[in-house]
């Protein structure tokens, strides 16, 4: 993020977060896009979700179908994968 000599307003290098929590306090996990201000905004409404779950929807296993659907869904990071999960493979270090 680069800082603006007349205001000094920071404008996003497209990794600036999203400023506005959830009323629960969860972190939206949208990003503020490059060249804008954090006033500004960024398009669609908010994602707020917390980091844990941020993490498991970033590269772990979950039943995306049910997310989308905005049921309720269980989800684990593939070094916490175990048997009965679809993704499970076997492994030598298991």
């Known amino acids: 993020m680069k800082s ?3 205001a000094e307003v920071m404008v996003s290098d497209g ?3 999203c400023p506005v929590p ?4 969860l972190p939206c996990s949208k990003r503020i896009p490059a060249g804008w201000v954090a006033s500004e905004g ?3 409404g908010h994602f707020w979700v917390s980091p844990e779950v941020e ?3 970033d590269g772990g296993h979950f039943d995306a179908s049910a997310a989308l659907a905005g049921l309720p869904f269980e989800g684990h990071l593939p070094q ?3 048997p009965g999960c679809p993704k499970w493979r076997e492994r030598s270090d298991r």
Do not use: E, K, L, V
């Open 42 to 44: 960024h398009g669609g």
């Open 15 to 17: 990794t600036m977060s």
């Open 55 to 57: 993490a498991i929807f």
């Open 4 to 6: 603006s000599a007349a």
């Open 80 to 82: 916490d994968c175990r």
């Open 22 to 25: 959830s009323p629960a306090g």
